[in-house]
């Protein structure tokens, strides 16, 4: 693959160059863009998403009291990039700020990011907008896809299973109760994950539509807890590779 020279937000110089992520690259895919409610033509621009065609992006969920998982996913990418990079990491965004770019990006952009990046591990942050009377988190991975997802489908599988039991230790959250799987969920419909030459999985943190989780979603202090347990599993899987 030739070489490009990064942008500022794909690529930024670790704090700690000796820490126990030294020479690691980690792509943070903070879901959706608080914009995306004011620019629905260029959101629902239809693109290849690998298995299928689909809208570019969406504009999330939120919380009862108005609290937008565009908003939520961003502050946790923040706090995340911040303790990685205290170990070494470097860490590559695919969002410049909180609305920058104005809108998007698109999901094949969001996936391009972590590959033109090489980075050794990529993860897209969520937060769920299941039913109610349902809570909890879950961990998604691609299937082996020919063409696509077949040289990355086994790690990503191992990463997920890495960072639900991360996650779920850190942060005391159940795997989710309205799904099946126990906190593991194999998708081909995520155009993020089937796009993906790197190693990667998309976490919905929590389920923004029950009360109970959205208490702990709406707080700073819980979402550092799941910014350290992310931290955690990431460090676990990159470890072992």
Known sequence: MPGRQLAAHECAQPVDRGGPLAGKVVAIDPGHNP??????????????????????????????????????????????????RSRGATVVLTRKGRMKPAWGPCITERAARGNRARADVAISIHADGGPASGRGFHVAYAPPIAGLTDDIAKPSRRLAVILRNAYRRGTGLPTATYLGGDGLSVRSDFGGLNLSDVPKVFIETGNMRNAEDAALLTDPAFRQLEAEAIMAGLVAYLSAS
């Open 35 to 84: 914009g995306n409610f004011r620019h629905p033509d260029e959101i629902n621009r239809i693109v290849d998403a690998g298995t299928l065609r689909k809208a570019c992006d969406t504009t999330g969920t939120a919380t009862n009291t108005g609290y937008r998982e565009a908003d939520f996913t961003w502050d946790v990418a923040v706090r995340l990039r911040r303790i990685l």
